[in-house]
Nanobody, 114 residues
Framework: QVPLVESGGGLVQPGGSLRLSCAASRSIFSIFAMGWYRQVAGKQRELVATISTGGNTNYADSVKGRFTISRDYAKNTVYLQMNSLKPEDTAVYYC????????WGQGTQVTVSS
């Protein structure tokens, strides 16, 4: 199974922005809804945002108005634009199908701290 490859994480101050990217195989990307998930050590992984093949989006209440999920069919990539970041957004972020059906990638660490 071709892995999902997340990138774009890093250390950012509160109020800052990051854009995460997730590259997937064309066979996966083109026919399935995709989602971004996040996990804090010791806690369950949670759904952050989803996007259907038609572009319909849904967000967790905690990120509504701050995060935007999008997908680029030409690049087989799904993005998560994160603005107005808060310390509580600190987590490892993963992408997967919605609902998740693939093996999890390594994720990308996002740390929001001053």
């Amino acid at each position: 199974q071709v892995p999902l490859v997340e990138s774009g994480g890093g250390l950012v101050q509160p109020g800052g922005s990051l854009r995460l990217s997730c590259a997937a195989s064309r066979s996966i990307f083109s026919i399935f809804a995709m989602g971004w998930y996040r996990q804090v050590a010791g806690k369950q992984r949670e759904l952050v945002a989803t996007i259907s093949t038609g572009g319909n989006t849904n967000y967790a209440d905690s990120v509504k108005g701050r995060f935007t999920i999008s997908r680029d069919y030409a690049k087989n990539t799904v993005y998560l634009q994160m603005n107005s970041l808060k310390p509580e957004d600190t987590a490892v972020y993963y992408c997967n199908r919605d609902p998740p059906r693939m093996s999890w990638g390594q994720g990308t660490q996002v740390t929001v701290s001053s």
